[in-house]
Nanobody, 127 residues
Framework: QVQLVESGGGSVQAGGSLRLSCLAS????????IGWFRQAPGKEREGVAV????????YYADSVQARFTASQDKAKNTLYLQMSSLKPDDTATYYC????????????????????WGQGTQVTVSS
């Protein structure tokens, strides 16, 4: 079993930057995809950035391409999300999610592909 704990959220002005962290524990060797999702009030949870531990591929939502970068420090079992040029539309609760032992997903950014979730961390971007 895998556990995920996010940190690093906060409030920032538009144009600013934040870095989120997700510490994984438990049977982390089983994780084959891990990434970030977000959910704004009244909206569905959406995939933001995902990394494949199978082949190292990264996947990004069009809305964050070139602004957000996901990375991992496997020695620390930690996933990061570096967010730059933040916009008010980026305001949401950000969740770390992992897919363990289930093979390749049909949609790496699809929320239903992931079976383990963190508790979320709030990011608020003001204009």
């Amino acid at each position: 079993q895998v556990q995920l704990v996010e940190s690093g959220g906060g409030s920032v002005q538009a144009g600013g930057s934040l870095r989120l962290s997700c510490l994984a524990s438990g049977y982390t060797a089983a994780i084959n995809y891990i990434g970030w999702f977000r959910q704004a009030p009244g909206k569905e949870r959406e995939g933001v950035a995902v990394i494949s531990n199978i082949d190292g591929s990264s996947y990004y939502a069009d809305s964050v391409q070139a602004r957000f970068t996901a990375s991992q420090d496997k020695a620390k079992n930690t996933l990061y999300l570096q967010m730059s040029s933040l916009k008010p539309d980026d305001t949401a609760t950000y969740y770390c999610a992992a897919r363990a032992g289930l093979g390749r997903p049909s949609d790496p950014l699809g929320r239903y592909e992931y079976d383990t979730w963190g508790q979320g961390t709030q990011v608020t971007v003001s204009s």
